[in-house]
Nanobody, 124 residues
Framework: EVQLVESGGGLVQTGGSLRLSCAASGFSFDDYAIGWFRQTPGKEREAVSC????????EYADSVKGRFSISRDNTANTVYLQIHSLKYEDTAVYSCAAVSGSGVYIEEGEYEYWGQGTQVTVSS
């Protein structure tokens, strides 16, 4: 059974930091790119970042460049999203997703598996 389980969300003040984790199981982790997406009520889901399985290439949305950092530990089947300098507008449910392939992917329709998400709330 494929599982993606996010953790690390919570309530944090503006300017603070969080590290989100995405623990994967049930598929060949090294062969999959992992993406992070976020969504707030009433808005479309937004791609935040992606890391390839092949060589660790990364991609970031313009809105998070310089503040978010994605990494992966293939020995632990886990992808991390380090978030610094949190802003109120970063408040959202953050979900990770997996897609088979060697590249980086930003279109949510390309992803095969999804986690349930973890809430990040930034207070002003």
């Amino acid at each position: 059974e494929v599982q993606l389980v996010e953790s690390g969300g919570g309530l944090v003040q503006t300017g603070g930091s969080l590290r989100l984790s995405c623990a994967a199981s049930g598929f060949s982790f090294d062969d999959y790119a992992i993406g992070w997406f976020r969504q707030t009520p009433g808005k479309e889901r937004e791609a935040v970042s992606c890391i390839s399985g092949a060589d660790g290439s990364t991609e970031y949305a313009d809105s998070v460049k310089g503040r978010f950092s994605i990494s992966r530990d293939n020995t632990a089947n886990t992808v991390y999203l380090q978030i610094h300098s949190l802003k109120y507008e970063d408040t959202a449910v953050y979900s990770c997703a997996a897609v088979s392939g060697s590249g980086v992917y930003i279109e949510e329709g390309e992803y095969e598996y999804w986690g349930q998400g973890t809430q990040v709330t930034v207070s002003s």
